[in-house]
């Protein structure tokens, strides 16, 4: 019992040990909103110069100078034989993924269309997979890295391709008159090949040079401000 003051008066009781008395804070604690995180590249920084290539080199105009140069190249056996064998298959290469902004008959649109959609689907499963690779858990060598871009180069031209045969068989463009599906399908996944170690070897080599870790893997896509 508290011992009363000299006049009557008795003390208030003392406060508990360790509990302080606090003014009540009338509003509510603020709460911290996390850091705006910026969207993530649609297009990696490696997948750049695919587009700048079929752009400049896919169009009818360079598609027919490509054509020329081929049958320009020296043919033979021997050393030269062997380099027009090879400059062929490059310039092969880089020429399939054409694209035409109209046909050049009207009894040409379906062509026209298979053609177009083969270069389209191309473009969308390479950058597809090379944003796949752009991720930070992907984060190889470099010669993995190369080997990485050309693989995948190779494998979105195969299925465009096989997309645009399939395009080709479902518009009755006219692509099989006169040739077995067999032919029709083995010529065009041999172009594709040409199309993707060529185009792989260049994106590789352009991954490579392109800013990034010289030791790790490919530039990132970036996921926030900074």
Do not use: K
């Not at 705006?36 to 990696?44: A, L, T």
């Not at 590789?204 to 893997?217: L, M």
């Amino acid at each position: 019992m508290p011992s009363p003051r000299p006049g009557g008066a008795e003390e208030p009781p003392a406060s508990a040990p360790g509990v302080a008395a606090r003014a009540l804070d009338p509003l509510p604690a603020r709460i911290a909103l996390p850091p705006s995180q910026r969207p993530h590249r649609r297009v990696p920084p490696q997948a750049r110069p695919l587009l700048w290539l079929v752009l400049l080199v896919g169009n009818p105009w360079a598609a027919r100078l490509l054509i020329e140069w081929r049958y320009r190249l020296p043919r033979g056996d021997g050393l030269p034989g062997l380099v027009g064998a090879l400059g062929e298959a490059m310039l092969a290469g880089l020429g399939w993924p054409r694209w035409d902004v109209r046909p050049l008959r009207a009894d040409h649109v379906a062509w026209w269309l298979a053609e177009n959609a083969r270069t389209v689907l191309f473009v969308v499963i390479a950058v597809a997979l090379l944003r796949r690779l752009a991720t930070p858990a992907f984060a190889p060598r470099r010669t993995h890295r190369v080997l990485a871009v050309i693989g995948a180069s190779v494998t979105a031209a195969v299925l465009a391709a096989v997309g645009g045969v399939t395009m080709h068989v479902l518009t009755d463009s006219g692509m099989l008159r006169g040739v077995d599906l067999t032919s029709a399908v083995l010529g065009a996944i041999s172009g594709a090949l040409y199309c993707g170690f060529v185009v792989g070897v260049l994106l590789a080599w352009a991954a490579v040079r392109g800013p990034g870790p010289r030791r790790g893997g490919f530039p990132a896509t970036r996921h926030g401000g900074g």
